[in-house]
């Protein structure tokens, strides 16, 4: 049997409970592929600071570019919210983005037939969504410098740069070129082009992609307008290419389509490493109780699968499993509605309900567990 190794984040909040499940399911799947998993734990984020004095240190750093790749939990919470910038739970999260090189993060937003009803909007709306938004992820206001906070005439002011060169908008367009190529060959790229200059270069950076890609259709969107078509008819778009401020409120936006954010997976890809995250946050409100939703975790390890390890049938696997517990009416507490053939159940028990499921297709399937 082969072996790999991943380095696991949990981070804060209910990040420990839903890596926790992700894992197991991780390894389960893999290992009925012939693949062990074997992980790394490291602190990272709040706990980090807690533990080690920094949210992420360089020992951790360096393991996680040695093994390439990463399956993160969540960071933050309003216990860190006091720290300078640089010991805060997201700087953690910033500079191993920047430190792997996994500038291109793919955000898959699909609405399962079974949880059409749980989203705010009407069911005929969402019914049959399948977007995948591929935001820029170490470039742009995050990363761009000067950032200053300064004083003018006895007014305090501050300054975020956002900076985007044209190789930075190239690659990231690349790989949404690509991935329209296996989709419905439509690219839709989203900006402020009538108000940014760096939209401006960013506009006219992938229209020149585009010329290697005849058989993609492109097209343009302000990202106010965007915003407001993601919820009048998101099922217009196919691939979404944007920077990393639009992408991570687009993003935010488009995961109420699936009727919960904790329903969005993540897969942050550089040239060879991977580092893949639920999108919702650490949630510590809820954190210990319980009541976390799993499944957007379980679904970045399906990611991981799928970019890293080139394991589509596994990473299918994870995800049929994720749509037969829902089909059979199984809901944490951000999916449940009082309707008929549902039933309200904690993050444990949607854990064991997938890997009873996925079990069950293991065996049922040509796939042979080898322990």
Known sequence: MKEATIITLPGDGIGPEVTEIAVTILKETCRAYNLEINTIERNFGGIGYDRDGE???????????????????????????????????????????????????????????????????????????????????????????????????????????????????????????????????????????????????????????????????????????CAMQLVRDPKQFDVIVTGNLFGDILSDEAAMLTGSIGMLPSASLGETNGLYEPVHGSAPDIAGKDTANPLAAVASAALLCRYSFGMEDAAKKIESSIETVLKEGYRTADLFRDEPETKRIGTKMMGEQLLKVLRQDIKSSEVTIEI
């Open 55 to 225: 949210p992420v240190t360089e020992e951790t750093l360096d393991l996680c570019k040695k093994h390439k790749f990463v399956l993160l939990g969540a960071v933050g919470g309003p216990k860190w919210d006091d720290l300078c910038a640089n010991k805060r739970p997201e700087a953690a999260l910033l500079k191993l983005r920047k430190e792997l090189g996994v500038y291109a993060n793919l955000r898959p937003i699909q609405v399962f037939p079974d949880l059409a009803g749980s989203s705010t909007l009407k069911e005929e709306i969402i019914s049959g969504t399948d977007i995948l938004i591929m935001r820029e992820l170490t470039g742009g206001i995050y990363f761009g410098e000067p950032r200053l906070t300064s004083e003018e005439n006895g007014d305090p002011f501050s300054v975020d740069t956002m900076k985007y060169s044209r190789l930075e908008v190239q690659r990231i367009a690349r790989k949404a070129f690509d991935a329209a190529r296996l989709r419905d060959k439509r690219v839709l790229s989203v900006d402020k082009a009538n108000v940014l200059e760096s939209s401006r270069m960013w506009r006219k950076s992938v229209i020149e992609v585009s010329e290697e890609y005849p058989d993609i259709e492109l097209s343009h969107m302000l990202v106010d307008n």
